[in-house]
């Protein structure tokens, strides 16, 4: 299985790859000897950057250990909820559409916490929990402090079609329910990482 790491930051991507893999056809070659994630994010906000940056290294598992011992790492859980009319649910949070997610609180399974977090940012019950979808990483900044925040998703399913009451205090404007005839306007309005999570549904 091939080691490959991938962070995101705003519009930006940081891939992380042995010198042996493949690189992507489109990328920036970022030089390891002077690299620092907390600079490189600084650069891609300042300047709106839509960049994807490739880091090789002979073990990226390793480097991505050493990554994330540079800054504070937050854990979250979140799903891609289908109704029995094979919708999927998403939110629009400060102007853009998501995913509902959010923070695992001390002592709580991931798995837990991705259930209590679409409920209560969707004002839904979550009838069943299946499989997890993947692990995804992403970079922001808190209070001047840089954050590596790790989400899993998981899969879910509701009974019926229920009616959705978006978490205001959480900046959610509004949840919908989308067809996958309906998922453009999504994908043009959401993040890299949403649109990586989404761009294989049917």
Known sequence: MPQIY???MNESALILTHFQEKLPTIGQIVDIQEFDIKNLFQQVVE????NTYILQTDDPKAYFKKIKSTVKVIKAAGGLVKNENSDYLFIKRLGKWDLPKGKVEAGEKMRE???????EECGIKIDSLEEKIASTYHVYSL????????TNWYKMKVHGTPDLIPQVEEDISE???VSSQELEPIRENT???????IKELD
């Open 191 to 197: 993040y890299p990482l949403i649109k990586e999570m």
């Open 47 to 50: 300047n709106n950057l839509h």
């Open 143 to 150: 209070r001047n402090e840089t954050i590596l925040k790790k």
């Open 175 to 177: 949840a919908k329910w």
């Open 6 to 8: 991938k962070i995101y």
């Open 113 to 119: 916490a991705a259930i209590r977090e679409v409920e």
